[in-house]
């Protein structure tokens, strides 16, 4: 069945440091993803998105790597700030419009 | 240009009772989408409209929950007869297109059961 899961529920960075987050998914038809960023008490906001005719993305400080032979997508930030601190969500979008998202991994920036 | 905006952003309803979340999509999105958020956990996928038309309602509960985006006004997500378990965030999306594209999300409303 269709799911997208995300490896860590939490990670712990330094101010400064680049952090990475990770994304499984399971369903090797799934052609486009997306990261969000979801800070407490707010909707989504959507970060960068990928299509499966890609394996690399930059964006502002971010940087999406796409595997399809693993299945495994992830999101890098660059000098990660105190500002950056929040749950990020991958999602796969299903052709028809549908999101997947994966349960979420929740970054902590330490100053 | 304002995004997606949704309201009430906080809602609170006796079980029993009827509920009523209103989203207007950003300014040039025909597409509308809907999911539900419990505590600590990732979004859920409930339905996909365009004016006048659902698409995909395949994550719609098959009772008492209905949504409609007519031809003039928001997108309007009914839940009639709430039980305590309806108490989660409800956050709409829009995009330009459907497939393949992003969506955007409002600030959500969050209903709350008693």
């Known amino acids: 069945g269709e799911s997208v899961g995300l490896h860590l529920p939490t990670l712990s960075v330094q101010e400064g440091d680049n952090s990475i987050i990770n994304c499984a998914y399971s369903n090797s038809a799934s052609d486009y993803f997306i990261w969000y960023k979801q800070e407490s008490g707010k909707g989504p906001q959507f970060i960068i998105d990928i299509r499966s005719n890609m394996d690399k993305r930059q964006g502002q400080r971010v940087t999406v790597l796409l595997n399809k032979t693993v299945k495994h997508l992830s999101l890098q930030i660059a000098a990660t700030q105190p500002g950056d601190s929040a749950v990020y969500f991958c999602?796969?979008?299903?052709?028809?419009?549908?999101?997947?998202f994966g349960q979420g991994t929740e970054l902590s920036v330490k100053p | 240009n304002a995004g997606v905006m949704q309201n009430p952003r906080h809602l609170v309803r006796r079980r029993g009772q009827e509920a009523r979340l209103r989203c207007s999509p950003m300014k040039g999105h025909s597409h509308v989408y809907w999911y539900r958020q419990l505590p600590e956990e990732g979004l859920k996928f409930m339905v996909y409209l365009q004016k006048e038309n659902i698409i995909d309602e395949s994550g719609m509960p098959k009772e008492r929950f209905s949504a409609e985006f007519p031809k003039e006004g928001p997108s309007i997500l009914r839940i009639q007869q709430v039980v305590r378990g309806d108490s989660a965030a409800y956050f709409c999306?829009?995009?330009?297109?459907?497939?393949?594209?992003?969506?955007?999300f409002g600030p959500g409303t969050r209903l709350t059961v008693t």
């Open positions: 999306a829009s995009s330009p297109v459907g497939e393949m594209s992003e969506q955007y």
């Open positions: 999602a796969e979008n299903n052709r028809g419009g549908k999101l997947i």
